[in-house]
Nanobody, 128 residues
Framework: QVQLVESGGGLVQAGGSLRLSCAASGRTFSRYAMGWFRQAPGKEREFVAVISGSGSRSYYADSVKGRFTISRDNAKNTVYLQMNSLKPEDTAVYYC?????????????????????WGQGTQVTVSS
């Protein structure tokens, strides 16, 4: 069983930056690919980024590519999402998720159904 707790959300002006963190319980953190998803009011949950267990492979949604960076520190059981050049359309609840996704099959991590574990979410609000 893995428990995930996000932090780092808040209110920021357009063009600003935030770093989200997701702390995981358990001793097998490095075995899981970790993803970030977001859900805006009235919209479906959408993929943001995913990183392999080793941290050597990642994928991003086109809408955040070049602005967001996913990373992880397996010694600290933590995955991060550095968000730069934020836009009002980035406003959403951001969720981290963990899944038993292989390195070579990491593209499957763009789908929410690939994940077994989810955090409770953290609100990010970007004002114009």
């Amino acid at each position: 069983q893995v428990q995930l707790v996000e932090s780092g959300g808040g209110l920021v002006q357009a063009g600003g930056s935030l770093r989200l963190s997701c702390a995981a319980s358990g001793r097998t953190f490095s075995r899981y690919a970790m993803g970030w998803f977001r859900q805006a009011p009235g919209k479906e949950r959408e993929f943001v980024a995913v990183i392999s267990g080793s941290g050597s492979r990642s994928y991003y949604a086109d809408s955040v590519k070049g602005r967001f960076t996913i990373s992880r520190d397996n010694a600290k059981n933590t995955v991060y999402l550095q968000m730069n050049s934020l836009k009002p359309e980035d406003t959403a609840v951001y969720y981290c998720a963990g899944g038993s996704i292989s390195f070579w099959g990491l593209l499957a991590g763009t789908q929410a159904t690939a994940y077994e574990y989810w955090g409770q979410g953290t609100q990010v609000t970007v004002s114009s």
